[in-house]
């Protein structure tokens, strides 16, 4: 049996007989006493218990661990600002063969280019250089073979293949926030009523839901679009 979460995107293979702790939502109503006092006139009553997976029904609850709610600190990187920036590099960075790590931005972002600059500065002592300029479009870099390695190591090579690593997933509530809202800097945006992340890498978004539920922040994964090729300034990306 494959079940299917509502919030998750993947689904999870079962034998017949496995326990699933879950219920069937059974609708109320108050009555008309309870609602002049400020109660809602309909309410709902979730009694959970195990049942097998072959009765699961659509609209059925289902209760599962809350993943990573642990602490463990880091035994380098200490600093809040330090996971910013890594998240910034996972949304619009990369790591070079020479351990340089080069970042893109718009060129209107001048606050996030600051930031990163101060943080590159303060922490690894080396200047934040602007080594393209496209126009609209600005590349900056800096280099620091610890870094780099600590970066590829934890986090992945290439856009396609960035996730976090299981034993950086316990890492201190305060750095995977500043990790998370350095990506949602580059690769998310907020609207009235949601913030929204994208990523080609699957694995990626995985990890990073993993983290808001640690957080209590409840959040769904779907597909944006299918693999394909576009033109942009007459190259393919």
């Not at 479009?137 to 590829?152: D, G, R």
């Amino acid at each position: 049996y494959k079940v299917k979460l509502a919030s998750i995107y993947d689904t999870t293979t079962f034998s017949k007989e496995h326990p699933i702790y879950s219920c069937t939502p059974k609708r109320r109503y108050n009555n008309y006493r309870k609602v002049k006092t400020g109660l809602p006139e309909r309410y709902y009553d979730y009694d959970f218990q195990f049942n097998k997976v072959s009765e699961l029904k659509v609209g059925d609850y289902v209760k599962t661990p809350i993943p990573y709610r642990c602490e463990m600190d880091m035994n380098e990187y200490k600093e809040t600002d330090i996971w910013y920036l890594i998240g910034v590099i996972l949304g619009d960075g990369w790591i070079e063969k020479d351990y340089s790590i080069h970042i893109a931005f718009n060129a209107k972002e001048t606050y996030l280019i600051d930031r990163c600059g101060y943080i590159v500065n303060k922490y690894f002592d080396r200047r934040f250089t602007k080594s393209k300029d496209k126009g609209t479009c600005y590349e900056y870099s800096f280099c620091n073979k610890k870094f780099a390695l600590f970066f590829n190591e934890n986090f992945g090579k290439y856009a396609g293949f960035k996730h976090i690593e299981e034993k950086v997933k316990k890492i201190p509530f305060a750095y995977r926030k500043n990790l998370i809202l350095g990506y949602i800097d580059t690769d998310g945006c907020v609207t009235r009523n949601s913030i929204n992340i994208v990523s080609i890498s699957k694995r990626l978004l995985n990890d990073i839901q993993d983290w808001f539920f640690s957080l209590g922040i409840v959040s769904s994964i779907k597909k944006l679009r299918d693999e394909e090729i576009q033109i942009i300034r007459n190259a393919e990306v």
